[in-house]
């Protein structure tokens, strides 16, 4: 049985939800799911958008059946080869043997590593067209958003953009389309920032080559890959694409990343949050121990200032902390105004250790002054240094 919604006339959804999944891409939390979006053109010659992870390849496939009827399928446009988009490829081929495949050379290259050698491709690159009969799609590279090998497609007659990772959330759509019938500040906004933080975060002047391109092109809808359709205010999102792709934070709020074993160095972020409060700060705190870095990321990109607080663990950093830093870094977060706690009962280094990974992020500012505990805030001498600590992160704002 389908489970299929029109996005014009011509156009059809075809994409599934996984909500059984944990963990997307082995590395990235998705409590509320993932969609895996699939369009179908119906012209004079019909078209299949992308296809769908295999874990869902049995209700796409009757997605598909249903969007095409009776109809033979002749094009299949690949704009990424990204497995939760390409694994249903083989599926829909041995159904559809006729079909012929549409996408870049790279794409081509990666579709044979993928999935073995003997696959026939049209070739496109930029700015070609596709005439289907009514429909003219012309193409356009995204390289990087979020593989060398992406194309996005723009259907210049019902003006919509298929815009493959890009402009995506996580989340499954449960049985929606469009995101204007969303909560999109109360809700859907958190899981598109984080979605993009980590898909593209990295690739910031890759995205703003794309949205570049998307400022020429009269757009009315947007269809990604994961999350729901644009067709209203598309501004949203697109102005947020502009600010997360510059990597200046959205919000003056304080983030607070701490680590702690006994207690001693949550409790030296407590009372920063709660001093920072009292000034009227916005602040939010993340224990790495029980937060995956996907949700430390984004936040990290939404935040000007971020305190970091870990105990030193075998002359290092704690372990989970260390893996969000590097993750962080890798990440290519810039900008950012930051601040230290480090705890260690004999010997505490923490605070040196991270400074040194975030080195390796762009225009990144420390806060001078560091909070050294030594295991517990036992010592009234505390009470001071965290004001201090406080009135100095406060400063900065
Ligand atoms: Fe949704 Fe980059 O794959």
Redesign the pocket.
């Known amino acids: 049985m389908h489970s299929t919604s029109h996005i014009t006339p011509d156009i059809i959804m075809t994409g599934v939800d996984d909500r059984r999944l944990l963990c997307f891409e082995g590395s990235y939390s998705v409590p509320d799911g993932m969609s895996y979006n699939s369009y179908v053109l119906l012209d004079e010659k019909t078209v299949l958008f992308d296809t769908a992870d295999k874990s869902c390849c049995g209700r796409f496939i009757e997605n598909i059946k249903y969007a095409l009827g009776k109809r033979k399928l002749d094009y299949i446009i690949v704009s990424?080869i990204?497995p939760?988009?390409s694994a249903s490829l083989s599926a829909v081929r041995e159904i559809y043997p006729e079909a012929e495949i549409v996408c870049s050379a790279k794409a081509k290259d990666f579709l044979e590593q993928f999935y073995g050698c003997g696959i026939n491709a049209r070739i496109i690159a930029e700015n070609d067209t596709l005439c289907t009969g009514k429909h003219t799609l012309r193409f356009f590279s995204a390289q990087m958003v979020?593989?060398p090998e992406v194309m996005v497609t723009y259907d210049e007659t019902d003006k919509v953009l298929f815009s493959a990772?890009a402009f995506?959330s996580f989340g499954a759509l449960n049985g929606g389309t469009f995101a204007d019938e969303t909560d999109f500040e109360g809700g859907y906004l958190s899981e598109a920032r984080r979605y993009y933080c980590n898909?593209v975060g990295k690739y910031g002047l890759q995205v703003q080559g794309l949205l570049k391109k998307a400022g020429d092109l009269d757009i009315s809808y947007i269809c990604p890959?994961?999350g729901y359709v644009w067709r209203k205010n598309l501004w949203l999102i697109l102005d947020k694409y502009k600010l997360w792709s510059t990597y200046e934070p959205e919000d003056k709020d304080v983030l607070i990343v701490y680590a702690s074993v006994y207690g001693g160095t949550e409790n030296a972020a407590e009372i920063t949050s709660r001093l920072l409060r009292e000034k009227g700060v916005k602040t939010k705190m993340l224990d790495v121990s029980v937060k995956t870095n996907d949700i430390v990321i984004a936040e990290a990109f939404r935040c000007s200032h971020i305190v970091f607080a870990s105990p030193t663990y075998n002359m290092g950093i704690f372990t989970r902390m260390e893996e969000v830093l590097n993750d962080i870094a890798a990440h290519g977060l810039r900008n950012r105004t930051c601040a230290f706690i480090q705890n260690g009962t004999w010997a505490p280094v923490a605070s040196k250790l991270m400074q040194e990974i975030l080195s390796r992020c762009k225009n990144m500012t420390f806060i001078e002054n560091v909070i050294t505990v030594k295991s517990a805030l036992s010592d009234p001498k505390y009470e001071e240094e965290l004001k201090a600590f406080a009135d100095e992160i406060y400063a900065s704002l």
């Open positions: 990424h990204e939760d988009h979020h593989w990772d995506g898909i890959l994961h």
